[in-house]
């Protein structure tokens, strides 16, 4: 069976710090990975995914992930973090078809300034 | 706006009441789904529709019952629900072709307090 571990729950970083939140999966085959970010009151916002080629991808508001299949991780990260970043992530691994996926737990994003 | 609207944005319903969630999609997609969310847990897929005729159903119980009147539109009718349904409820819309370029688009989902 598919599955997701997200083991930070809470992350706290000062505005203009690097960002990495952590994602480990376990898949059957070659895996889809997904990170999404979901603000306060809203639904959740794809920021970039993995199928295939470049294992480094690069996502919208500056966000990247490298996929290492060794670690079976995916994890996320952020140079430079910004106040307006602040909300709770959620990877997701899968195939093909999104009503395949399986989203981790989530990590919330503090950001102090 | 990210194209999937939800309605209400929140619901506070007795056990023994009767109300519909509501969603559309003005994506053009295939596909819609509904999505449990609960505090620390992981996202849970209910239901998928494809084309308006059901594909999936996750074991969710009949409490929950779902309608997708066309493409665009999308329903989870609410009875007798019991507090631990109290959720965020999560729509969702995909172009389902069967490529490897499915995206999800969420809606911003109806908060649901059962009382």
């Known amino acids: 069976a598919q599955s997701v571990t997200q083991p930070d729950i809470h992350i706290t970083v000062s505005e203009g710090a690097s960002l990495e939140l952590r994602c480990n999966y376990s898949y059957g085959a070659t895996p889809y990975l997904f990170w999404y970010v979901q603000s306060p009151g809203q639904g959740l916002q794809l920021l970039l995914k993995?199928?295939?080629?470049?294992?480094l991808v690069q996502g919208i508001k500056g966000f990247e992930a490298e996929f290492k299949r060794s670690q079976s991780s995916f994890n996320l990260r952020k140079p430079s973090v910004h106040w307006s970043d602040a909300a709770e992530y959620f990877c997701a691994v899968g195939g093909k078809t999104a009503s395949k996926l399986t989203f981790g737990t989530g990590t919330r994003l503090q950001v102090t300034l | 706006e990210t194209g999937v609207t939800q309605t209400p944005r929140h619901l506070v319903m007795g056990m023994t009441n009767k109300k519909s969630l509501k969603c559309e999609q003005h994506l053009g997609h295939n596909a819609m789904y509904w999505y449990k969310q609960s505090a620390k847990k992981p996202l849970e897929l209910m239901f998928v529709y494809n084309f308006k005729e059901q594909t999936e159903n996750n074991s969710v119980p009949s409490r929950f019952s779902p309608e997708c009147p066309n493409s665009s539109h999308l329903f989870l009718h609410l009875h007798t629900l019991q507090p631990e349904d109290s959720a965020l409820y999560l729509c969702?819309?995909?172009?389902?072709?069967?490529?490897?370029?499915?995206?999800?688009?969420f809606g911003s989902g109806t908060q649901l307090s059962v009382l």
């Open positions: 993995y199928f295939s080629g470049d294992t």
């Open positions: 969702a819309s995909s172009q389902a072709d069967g490529g490897s370029n499915e995206k999800l688009f």
